[in-house]
């Protein structure tokens, strides 16, 4: 079976203030076996906001003027058709936090990474 490749993008507001521009490639190497890249670029919605999950809590940041530009995410990932119902996924995720967060933090943020696995069983 040949290698099927899918581009796509899109934007998202998952928050009132967030906004998310996506960028995913995904190829399925067999019928058992996909892999995927995705590039997050992460921004404010509006200048002068709170960003944070609890609007209603103490010292939220705000957005004051300037750079909008949050961080920018690139994940990798691995799905593994184990079975009917099965699904074996790996992943890495890279972050950098954009300069602006440097100033929220006193000091220069460090990127991270993460990586995950999941094993899923759908009966």
């Known amino acids: 079976m040949p290698c099927r490749t899918v581009v796509?993008?899109?934007e998202a507001d998952l928050q009132p203030v967030l906004r998310i521009h996506r960028?995913?490639?995904t190829a399925r190497l067999s019928p058992r076996d996909i892999v995927g890249a995705k590039y997050f670029h992460i921004r404010t919605?509006?200048?002068d906001s709170p960003i944070g999950l609890d609007?209603?809590?103490p010292d939220i940041?705000?957005?004051f003027g300037g750079s909008k530009h949050l961080a920018d995410?690139?994940?990798v990932d691995y799905t593994r058709v184990i079975g009917e119902g099965m699904f074996l996924n790996a992943a890495v995720l890279y972050s950098r936090p954009a300069a602006l967060l440097d100033g929220f933090a006193g000091e220069p943020l460090p990127d991270?990474?993460?990586v995950t696995t999941t094993l899923t069983?759908?009966?």
């Open 61 to 63: 940041p705000q957005i």
């Open 55 to 57: 609007p209603s809590g």
């Open 23 to 25: 960028l995913a490639l």
């Open 45 to 47: 919605n509006e200048i």
């Open 8 to 10: 796509s993008a899109g």
């Open 121 to 123: 069983l759908r009966f």
């Open 73 to 75: 995410d690139i994940s």
């Open 112 to 114: 991270w990474i993460s």
